[in-house]
């Protein structure tokens, strides 16, 4: 059974950091390229960063270039996310999830149960 | 970046109507539009992919349509259990990859 597990959310104040982790099982995660997405409260999931299988090559969303870096450690099956600068717009829900073939086929078929990050 | 519109916002129906959610793309993305189904306080789930496309383990009653700029997500005999928000997902031009801003599918 695949499963995604977020955690290191949390209240920070503007301008701190946190890291995200995303611990991945029941699939060769090895193989498939990971994202996180985000969702602010009472709107739409919103598109963060995206890594590819192997972890060379990475993707941002305009709004946490130079802040945000994702990575991946693939011998512990872990995502990662570091924030810094962190600002009052960052506040969501923070998932990590799956891409649904292998590849860079960017749809997501698993998704985590998302970990809050709240900036104030 | 590729805007994607849904419409309408809110669908009002009753369990055991058809159920059609519209997703148009500012510029033609192929067939690589996902949809989603999110209900409160959970993840999205993936329903359909590459426009056309069940994800494993959906119901038979929701299908997808389309290709370009417009696509349909219809739901043929609404259970109570479909009642949600539903999202589309575009992955022809990124980044960014793009959401639409969500139909919510409500009891009427």
């Known amino acids: 059974e695949v499963q995604l597990v977020e955690s290191g959310g949390g209240l920070v104040q503007p301008g701190g950091s946190l890291r995200l982790s995303c611990a991945a099982s029941?699939?060769?995660?090895?193989?498939?390229?990971m994202t996180w997405v985000r969702q602010a409260p009472g709107k739409g999931p919103e598109w963060v960063s995206s890594i590819r299988d192997s972890g060379s090559n990475t993707y941002n969303a305009d709004s946490v270039k130079g802040r945000f870096t994702i990575s991946r450690d693939n011998s512990k099956n872990t995502l990662y996310l570091q924030m810094n600068s962190l600002r009052a717009e960052d506040t969501a829900v923070y998932y990590c999830?799956?891409?649904?073939?292998?590849?860079?086929?960017?749809?997501?078929?698993?998704w985590g149960q998302g970990t809050l990050v709240t900036v104030s | 970046e590729v805007l994607l519109t849904q419409s309408p916002a809110t669908l009002s129906l009753s369990p055991g109507e058809r159920a059609t959610l519209s997703c148009r793309a500012s510029q033609s993305v192929n067939s690589y539009l996902a949809w989603y189904q999110q209900k409160p306080g959970q993840a999205p789930r993936l329903l359909i992919y590459d426009a056309s496309n069940r994800a494993t383990g959906v119901p038979a009653r929701f299908s997808g349509s389309g290709s370009g700029t417009d696509f349909t997500l219809t739901i043929s005999s609404l259970e109570p259990d479909d009642f949600a928000v539903y999202y589309c997902?575009?992955?022809?031009?990124?980044?960014?990859?793009?959401f639409g801003g969500g139909t919510k599918v409500e009891i009427k």
């Open positions: 999830a799956k891409s649904g073939h292998t590849g860079m086929d960017m749809f997501f078929d698993y």
């Open positions: 029941g699939f060769a995660f090895s193989s498939y390229a």
């Open positions: 997902q575009q992955r022809k031009f990124w980044p960014p990859l793009t």
